[in-house]
């Protein structure tokens, strides 16, 4: 794999203890699932309590390393016109909201991007009716922060899943030598398998655990894994993070990414292991493009690519496999047993937690024919043939 680009530190101020969050709520199932199944989110952030989180007009938050940060509001008592902006600490990415809007997330912000954000509560600039409240207590309290881990939070939290892996005598889902590439990588070599990486969604989900989802179709309908996220409650706690991905080749920076928050599920299925939902300001996406379904069954041996977020990173794309004798991703067996019986296909192209919820794409046509759920080696996705039935009238 190449070397892993990453969010270029910010400066910033201001702490809090950190108390570690990792979430469990495997799905349920109609069938003995496989013993590599992946049943949770990668978990991949941290949530911090806050003590004494009062902001007076301006605090800074900051958790060196870490590749986002997310508030929260125990308390939001504003003037009418009052606003509070979160910002990243090079004033690039701002995020303003009123009162009702925060309550209707329920109280959570969305992330800045880097180690640092900066909560400040700005005051409406008139107050033609001289009614300004002058009542104590006015004022807004942050109470908790996710974020991300930091790079040596990152390594332990591999160490001690790899160890788990050995210990269960699972093999791990990166299959052989590790040959995921930064999308970027395939701009010029490859320019539809990188047109088709843009429509990858890296999604945060309640502030520290991570999948990936995709946006299928010309309106707007994104799909991921059940295992990720099922109601819409969830979805409205959920990042949609697009343009995600390194700058160059190799490593370094990464593009901004464009948020949006997820909104309503449409449909979900355990055993199928999908949900497909929308998202809010689904202008501000549209332009990274859409995937299509390919509704048919798959044919061992058939070339396969998966662009995905494994462990939150930026957008990789698999491409190839040095155990085929083409040395591409193929479909190693067309009716594998995921949840139920023959609802999946197996492959052995890399991926890593992180990666549910990726589109398997077929060479073939350049259209979605698995919904990436499992590791293990093979790793396998559910086939989009199953889904489809489901779904179709939906899109």
């Known amino acids: 794999m190449t070397g892993v680009c990453a969010v270029v530190a910010l400066a910033g101020a201001g702490v809090a203890a950190a108390t570690s969050f990792v979430p469990a709520r495997p799905p349920a199932t109609a069938f003995a699932a496989p013993a590599h199944e992946e049943p949770a989110p990668e978990p991949s952030g941290v949530l911090e309590a806050i003590t004494g989180g009062a902001v007076e007009r301006a605090s800074t938050f900051r958790y060196p390393g870490a590749d986002y940060v997310k508030v929260h509001f125990s308390r939001l008592q504003l003037d009418p016109g009052d606003t509070v902006k979160v910002a990243d600490a090079t004033g690039a990415e701002i995020h303003r909201y009123s009162g009702d809007q925060l309550r209707d997330a329920d109280n959570w912000t969305m992330s800045v991007s880097g180690e640092s954000a900066t909560v400040t509560v700005e005051r409406a600039e008139t107050d033609p009716l001289g009614i300004r409240s002058k009542l104590a207590g006015l004022g807004v309290t942050v109470d908790r922060v996710a974020r991300g881990q930091t790079p040596t939070e990152r390594a332990d939290a591999e160490a001690k899943r790899k160890a788990a892996a050995a210990a269960a005598r699972h093999e791990e889902s990166i299959c052989g030598r590790d040959e995921k590439q930064d999308a970027v990588c395939y701009k010029s070599s490859d320019p539809v398998a990188y047109a088709n990486a843009r429509p990858v969604a890296r999604i945060l989900i309640n ?105 939150g990173m930026p957008t990789v794309i698999t491409t190839h496999d040095t155990s085929e004798r083409s040395g591409n991703c193929a479909v190693a067996n067309p009716a594998y047993d995921g949840y139920d019986v023959d609802t999946d296909m197996s492959y052995y192209c890399d991926t890593d937690g992180g990666s549910s919820g990726s589109p398997v794409i077929s060479r073939r046509t350049n259209k979605v024919i698995a919904l990436h759920h499992f590791g293990g080696c093979p790793n396998s996705g559910v086939r989009m043939d199953r889904i489809a039935a489901d779904i179709r009238n939906l899109l």
């Not at 946006?215 to 295992?227: K, S, Y």
């Not at 109601?231 to 370094?252: D, I, L």
């Open 207 to 311: 502030g520290v655990e991570l999948c990936t989802a995709w946006r299928l179709g010309v309106n707007n309908r994104m799909m991921t894994n059940a295992h990720c996220f099922t109601s819409t409650r969830e979805a409205r706690n959920t990042e949609v993070w697009f343009n995600y991905e390194c700058a160059q080749c190799g490593g370094g920076a990464t593009l901004r990414p464009v948020k949006v928050m997820a909104d309503q599920v449409l449909s979900t299925d355990d055993v199928l292991d999908y949900t497909l939902f929308t998202v809010r300001n689904f202008d501000a996406i549209s332009r990274f493009g859409y995937l299509q379904l390919d509704d048919r069954t798959p044919v061992r041996g058939e070339e396969l690519y998966i662009p995905q977020h494994p462990r």
